[in-house]
């Protein structure tokens, strides 16, 4: 009896903490967003909304990373369980960067609201739409434990990498041609670097998927298409 009560009390720590990494992702997928709209709509307020909030962020950071080795010190987890717990602690790390990542933008944002808007912005909302899409879609194959999905974000990284290449390209030559133009540009090249690196960060989610379900390190090997 007692240790089934164990195993069942167990088992509802990692539910915990699964519920726990969702509610972070939350966060973070809610700050990309806002952060969009700040730079799309010229919205300081907003801005200066998704950098306060990321206080949060980091508190649930912390939150996690205590209960993570919490579980690791009491529970001595073994085999499948062991791996959710330091697949956890790192999905929890790629979160609070993503949150990061959200709060540069946001503060380049800030700076280039004190000047007319350069351009209008056409790549940069679509890298930002993929961007959203990979880190959802990455923390839905944690949830579901899907092998698939969690492998077409790490292809959709393509289509992020190709549009940061397009849009330095574009800048590249405003700031050829009107040395005025360069800070401006400047910041709008930082912004398209940070969404390339949260990009990254949905991408190291969906390896750890991978690994935890099959316990396969898929890092720097191709894809199961590429390999055909």
């Given at each position: 009896m007692i240790e089934g009560h164990i195993y069942k009390s167990f088992d509802k720590e990692?539910?915990?903490?699964?519920?726990?990494?969702?509610?972070e992702g939350s966060l973070v997928e809610r700050a990309i967003r806002d952060a969009i709209k700040a730079l799309l709509e010229r919205d300081s307020s907003l801005a200066e909304k998704v950098i306060s909030d990321d206080d949060v962020v980091n508190a649930k950071e912390v939150e996690i990373d205590e209960f993570c080795l919490k579980l690791l010190a009491l529970r001595q987890p073994a085999a499948r369980d062991l791996r959710f717990i330091t697949t956890a602690i790192k999905i929890n790390y790629d979160l609070e960067r993503i949150g990061d990542m959200a709060v540069n933008v946001c503060e380049r944002v800030l700076e280039l609201n004190q000047e007319?808007?350069?351009?209008?912005?056409?790549?940069?909302?679509?890298?930002?739409e993929t961007v959203q899409l990979?880190?959802?879609?990455?923390?839905?194959?944690f949830v579901k434990e899907d092998v698939e999905l969690a492998w077409k974000v790490t292809r959709d990284d393509e289509i992020v990498d190709h549009l940061?290449?397009?849009?330095?390209?574009?800048?590249?030559?405003?700031?050829?041609?009107?040395?005025?133009?360069?800070?401006?540009?400047?910041?709008?090249?930082?912004?398209s670097k940070y969404l390339e690196r949260i990009a990254d960060?949905?991408?190291?989610?969906?390896?750890?998927?991978i690994f935890m379900v099959e316990g396969k390190i898929v890092r720097h090997l191709k894809t199961p298409e590429e390999n055909k």
């Open positions: 990692l539910k915990e903490l699964k519920e726990k990494l969702l509610y007319p808007q350069l351009k209008p912005y056409i790549d940069l909302p679509k890298m930002a990979m880190v959802k879609e990455s923390l839905d194959a940061h290449d397009q849009i330095f390209r574009e800048l590249l030559t405003y700031m050829m041609q009107d040395f005025k133009a360069v800070s401006r540009a400047t910041r709008l090249l930082f912004i960060h949905a991408v190291n989610i969906a390896e750890l998927v």
